[in-house]
Nanobody
Framework: QLVESGGGLVQAGGSLRLSCVAEGRTFGNSAMAWFRQAPGKEREFVATINWNGIWTDYADAVKGRFTISRDNGKNMVYLQMNSLKPEDTANYYC?????????????????WGQGTQVTVSS
């Protein structure tokens, strides 16, 4: 089970740090990712990190503003979000892959959290 936290309401230009903890099992050998879904839109890829944290990949919309990281000892994955924009408003989901390498495709992720809401006001 994946549990996200850290969402909330923030003004444009502000920062938030999302956390995701794996409960009941470890995902130390799995790639992890963050996706987001805004009302009326499809779920979209945000960022992914490979099993040991060496490789990361970001959607163009967040590159340079968001940073994904992980702490396998704590079964945690993080998403540091800086310079937030109103268009970043969405429900953010943590996901764990069945593979160790990064991937932008949601179908590669077999485990999902319930999401945490991020709202950015203008």
């Amino acid at each position: 089970q994946l549990v996200e936290s850290g969402g909330g309401l923030v003004q444009a230009g502000g920062s938030l740090r999302l956390s995701c903890v794996a409960e009941g099992r470890t995902f130390g050998n799995s790639a992890m990712a963050w996706f987001r879904q805004a009302p009326g839109k499809e779920r979209e890829f945000v960022a992914t990190i490979n099993w040991n944290g060496i490789w990361t990949d970001y959607a163009d919309a967040v590159k340079g503003r968001f940073t994904i990281s992980r702490d396998n000892g704590k079964n945690m994955v993080y998403l540091q979000m800086n310079s937030l924009k109103p268009e970043d408003t969405a429900n953010y989901y943590c996901a764990a892959s069945v593979r160790s390498s990064t991937d932008r495709t949601a179908l590669e992720y077999g485990y999902w959290g319930q999401g945490t809401q991020v709202t950015v006001s203008s």
